[in-house]
Each structure stands twice: as C-alpha cells, then as structure tokens.
C-alpha cells in the first residue's frame, strides 16, 4: 500500500490558516492512504486551532522582526534554532513534500527542507508577496499565487503558476447557515460586515455611527475576537443590529447575506468571488506593503467588487454604496458576471495536481 506524507506549515492568521487547511483537505479527498504533519508555532492561533482539527501538530518558537534590534538578534538565533528542529522533525517524518502557505513561522521549515532535498511548494496569497515568501522562494520548487499579477515578484528557478486561493472550493462546500437560529429575519434582507480574523480597531470605530442610525435593512457586525468586548461596552444598537465577535465557518453566513462589507484579505476575496455576493471592500491601511489596497484594486479594476479606502469612510458613503448593491440589480449582476470569470473554483485540485507532478519525479 502506498502512503503520501506531506508537512505543511503556516501560521499567524486564518487569512493563512485556513487556505492551508482547504490544501490539506484537498489531499485528503485525492489520497486515501495520507499522513499530515501540521508545523506551526508555539504561541499563535494555528497552535489551538490545528489540533483541534484532528491533525498531528509540531511547534516551533520563532518570532516575526520588529524595529527592536535586541528582539531581532535574539530572533535570528531562534530561526537557526526552529530551521535545526525541524530538520530533526522533517528526518522522522519522512515527508513526500513541504507545503508553505504563509507566515513567518513558513521560513525555517522550507529551509530545512531545502537542505533536506525535500520537494517544496509554497502558496502566495497576496498580489504583494510578503517577506516571508520572499526569502523562502529561492528555496522553492514550485509557488502556487492568487493573483496572476503576483508572479512577477518571484525571480526563482522553481515553477511560478496562476493557482488562485484555495478557500473559494472550500466556501462554496459550507452549508448555509439558518438566519433565524442566528436572529435574524428570514425574509429581510441582510449585510454583513467582518472586520477580518483578528479585528481592526481602526473599522470599529468609524463605523459606530453607521450602526446606530441606520435601520433600512437588518445588519451583521463581526468585530473580530479582540475587539468584541470593547465594541459593545456602554453602547446600544438598534434591534436590526447584531454584534458577534467571530463565527465559525462564516461562509455558511456569507451565502445567506446579501451585501458583503469586508476587509481585502485574500481569503475574504476568494469567498466572495467564489459565492458571487455583492461587496464593498475596505482595504486595511495597516498591513505591511499595503497589500491589501493591491489586492482590491486588481478586483476592483476588473468590476467585481466595489472599492471603499478607509480614509473616504463615512457612515453617509457606506450608506449610499450599500443602498446601490441592494436596489441596483444591473450593477448587481455586472458584478456577478465579472465574479464568475475572475474566481478559480478548483484552486485546491489544481495545486494538489501541481504537486502530485513535483513529487513524482523528484
């Protein structure tokens, strides 16, 4: 009987979290006989929330850099650190493959591969890439990227292809959730507005104001888990309003919203073109080489959400451009049209075929 064994690391937010586990799950629809290995680090999400999932965890500790010098030296001694544990940890397993799917914690398990001569693949999710994939792509031998603009920042020997996110087939596999079980009416019409994994304090607050007047439609209000309790402190909303602080598997909401506020995390996006649903996109301001403006423009340019920068936020323009995606239904289908030809359905099957090349003839 034949086993595949693939390791694969990402870490620091859902954004990188959950396309990884729509690539593992992918694999286990294809695989029958599968080992996973899931190394993540020791004081993030992934670390709670992976073995929670049933996979075999691994942890390392290692840190993002910062602009503290004594903090980074200390950093670089704990990469040379994890990259040594995980030669030891990648030496036991055996893996057929090492799959980066983003996050620092990415960095010394492809480098330890490398040096292993482990097949590697890593996932770019952003139109942007990040320092992490940037450094870790020389050691590369295939890159899957979510946006065909992407694959000019990668000078590498290793393979570059338009894979798209992976999330998108992941999304449209939910089931719906029940609006009434959630409070809401089943008959109205419903916007959703997420605030991304982790929050944004920043969104919070220029949309209070928008929260307490508007009452046209009913409203679901997503802070994000660190936000929550100071959001609803000393405030009160009007009935049409519900404030949650996370919702598990939130495309199953998504498909029962009808206007979708969100910021440009690639995973969001890849929902939201994946389920075909109205948005306005608020890019946060706040991210390292602003990707996520970049990620919305490219969308944006091509007509398949609407783009909304934070500095223009007010309650009056959100107002207005929610009215238009509720009531213009030529827009609304413009929109649709657009979402269908941008959106990869089977993003996870194309980077698992990618991968079953690589590795079967390495």
Known sequence: MIYMKIV?????????????????????????????????????????????????YKEIEIYGFSKDLVLDIKNIFLIQKATKKCKKILKEFQPDVVIGVGGYVTYPVLKAAHELKIKTFIHEQNSIPGKSNRWISKYADLIGVTFQNSEK?????????????PCGAWALAIPKKDKVALGFHKEKKLVTVVAGSLGSGSLNDKMIEFLEKEKLYEICYITGKMHYEDFIKGKKFPSNVHIFPYIEELPGLLKVSDVIVSRAGAGSLSEILALEI????????NVANNHQYYNAKELSDKNCIVLLEEKDLTSE??????KELLE????????????KKEGVQKSATLIYKEIKDLISWK
């Open 8 to 56: 694969v690391t990402a870490g620091g937010t859902m954004g990188h979290i959950n396309p990884a586990l729509a690539i593992i799950e992918e694999f286990k629809r294809q695989e029958k006989n599968l080992e996973v290995l899931y190394i993540g680090t020791h004081n993030r999400m992934e670390k709670d929330y992976i073995p929670k999932k049933g996979i075999p």
């Open 328 to 339: 213009n239904q030529n827009l609304i289908m413009k929109l649709k049209i657009n979402m």
């Open 278 to 285: 109205p948005s306005i996109i608020i890019p946060s301001p």
């Open 153 to 165: 920042y990668f000078k590498t020997k290793g393979k570059v292809f338009y894979s798209g996110h």
């Open 317 to 322: 323009i959100l107002e207005q451009k929610i």
